[in-house]
């Protein structure tokens, strides 16, 4: 969760000087944000099969490995084909380390507080490596954005020596590995994004129509193939399960909203105020901060309320931050500690109440043995949200070199609004439920 936190915070603030370096338009600069996102979400679910199957301990070993790998390869790269394509590896490494990692936690604490405990100190992790990405990526920017990418390489020798010491070894279980399952979801979601990508640029081409077709064709077979498989990558029974189908679109709107906000603040303050990468990451460090200062209590709230309550502040601190930096983002001459830092530090309150509800939400109830399926699945959505949503706000912003927030502004609205239908999503599930309990009664 650290390494996953640090790498996108970094990539964030650095993606303005790769650009101006490597001469890409912000089109193309999404795709080192999308590539991961689609390498890390198109396989996730198969990382945690993976995981179940064949031990977590050994699946996140070797993973993790690759990712170190592809890092140190970003950053010695010098053409934007050879860069995304190192992205790509490294998100599909992520998809195994992730799932892996979440299910040791939730195999090997026991459902209720300790689980609740020990992934809320998991968030922690997050909102430190997220917050040291920001700060690390701003020093380092200034001197080489090539070495935001080595520092992952770094953190990943020290976390597979950790790792070899502290993980006892994981049992293998018999079982049919989805390849297939996995190839057709990888396919058809990245025709979709492909294609969502393209179309507001260059309209409905003889190629995007055959895109579209593909991703509708490979989606469908998907969900066709796992139905009748004996051993499928998902088990769409799952799905029936109310609580984990609000735990997925919580995790869609969460991540497919804040993924695309970063990019945005991050392109328009360093390319239309002209703000150095270090003061721009030290401006959006304050949300990390709040993360871990309010995570390790978040499990005592859930504990308390519940998950819903909790996902339905978390959504509402997010619909108000991204709403606070419509309305005073634009300044033209920004006072930092009003126009900016009230919505930073509620996006940070958000992800705090959020983050562990959603994750204990999407495995309560779940047995061990599928315990990498419903971790893959969840993180799988949060991925899923954020490569759609980032591509649909890029061609809402694309074009010209931006003088003030207006031309931003449709991306922002964008954002906004996926977290508002988050909001509403979580809010009819606790109506509902409080509308079934005096019949129950």
């Keep these: 969760m650290f390494l996953d936190a640090l790498d996108v915070s970094m990539v964030g603030v650095a993606l303005p000087s790769i650009g101006a370096e490597l001469g890409l338009d912000t089109a193309s600069l999404q795709w080192i944000v999308n590539g991961y996102i689609l390498g890390y979400g198109g396989l996730l679910l198969l990382g945690g099969r993976m995981a179940d199957l064949l031990g977590r301990r050994q699946v996140f070993l070797a993973a993790l490995v690759v990712f170190g790998l592809a890092s140190l390869v970003g950053g010695l790269v010098d053409n934007e084909g050879l860069l995304i394509a190192s992205r790509i590896v490294k998100g599909v490494a992520a998809a195994f380390t992730a799932p892996a990692a979440l299910s040791i936690i939730t195999t090997t604490f026991k459902e209720g507080h300790d689980r609740n405990k020990a992934l809320s100190i998991f968030t922690v992790f997050g909102a430190t490596g997220y917050a040291s990405g920001l700060i690390v990526s701003g020093l380092l920017t200034g001197i080489d954005w090539r070495l935001t990418f080595y520092v992952p390489t770094v953190v990943v020798a020290a976390v597979v020596i950790a790792a070899f010491l502290v993980i006892p070894k994981s049992e293998t279980e018999r079982g049919h590995i989805d390849f297939g399952g996995a190839a057709?979801?990888?396919?058809?979601?990245?025709?979709?994004?492909?294609?969502?990508?393209?179309?507001?640029?260059?309209?409905?081409?003889?190629?995007?129509?055959?895109?579209?077709?593909?991703?509708?064709?490979?989606?469908?077979?998907?969900?066709?193939?796992?139905?009748?498989?004996?051993?499928?990558?998902?088990?769409?029974?799952?799905?029936?399960?109310?609580?984990?189908?609000?735990?997925?679109?919580?995790?869609?709107?969460?991540?497919?909203?804040?993924?695309?906000?970063?990019?945005?603040?991050?392109?328009?303050?360093?390319?239309?105020?002209?703000?150095?990468?270090?003061?721009?990451?030290?401006?959006?460090?304050?949300a990390g901060i709040i993360v871990a200062i309010l995570s390790p209590i978040a499990g005592k709230f859930i504990d308390r309320y519940g998950t819903t309550p909790m996902i339905i502040a978390s959504m509402s601190s997010f619909v108000l931050g991204y709403l606070?930096?419509?309305?005073?983002?634009?300044?033209?001459?920004?006072?930092?500690?009003?126009?900016?830092?009230?919505?930073?530090?509620?996006?940070?309150?958000?992800?705090?109440?959020?983050?562990?509800s959603v994750m204990v939400q999407a495995t309560e109830g779940i047995d061990d043995?599928?315990?990498?399926?419903?971790?893959?699945?969840?993180?799988?959505?949060?991925?899923?949200?954020?490569?759609?949503?980032?591509?649909?706000?890029?061609?809402?912003?694309?074009?010209?070199?931006?003088?003030?927030?207006d031309q931003y502004r449709p991306g922002l609205y964008l954002v906004a609004i996926v977290a508002i239908i988050g909001l509403a999503a979580s809010a009819t599930a606790l109506l509902s439920r409080r509308q079934v309990a005096p019949e129950a009664a």
């Design 184 to 286: 057709l979801l990888t396919g058809g979601m990245l025709a979709a994004v492909y294609t969502i990508v393209t179309v507001p640029e260059h309209g409905f081409t003889a190629f995007t129509i055959a895109t579209t077709a593909a991703a509708v064709v490979l989606l469908g077979s998907f969900l066709i193939v796992e139905n009748k498989i004996k051993q499928p990558l998902v088990r769409l029974g799952i799905l029936r399960v109310k609580s984990i189908v609000r735990a997925n679109l919580a995790a869609m709107a969460i991540f497919g909203s804040y993924i695309s906000f970063q990019t945005i603040v991050s392109l328009y303050l360093q390319n239309t105020l002209e703000w150095d990468p270090l003061p721009m990451a030290l401006a959006l460090a304050p």
């Design 324 to 356: 606070w930096f419509i309305v005073r983002g634009g300044n033209p001459e920004p006072a930092y500690f009003i126009d900016y830092l009230p919505s930073f530090l509620l996006l940070g309150l958000g992800f705090a109440l959020g983050f562990s």
């Design 369 to 405: 043995d599928e315990q990498g399926l419903a971790s893959g699945l969840v993180q799988t959505s949060g991925q899923i949200g954020g490569a759609v949503v980032l591509a649909i706000a890029t061609g809402l912003i694309s074009g010209g070199v931006a003088t003030n927030l």
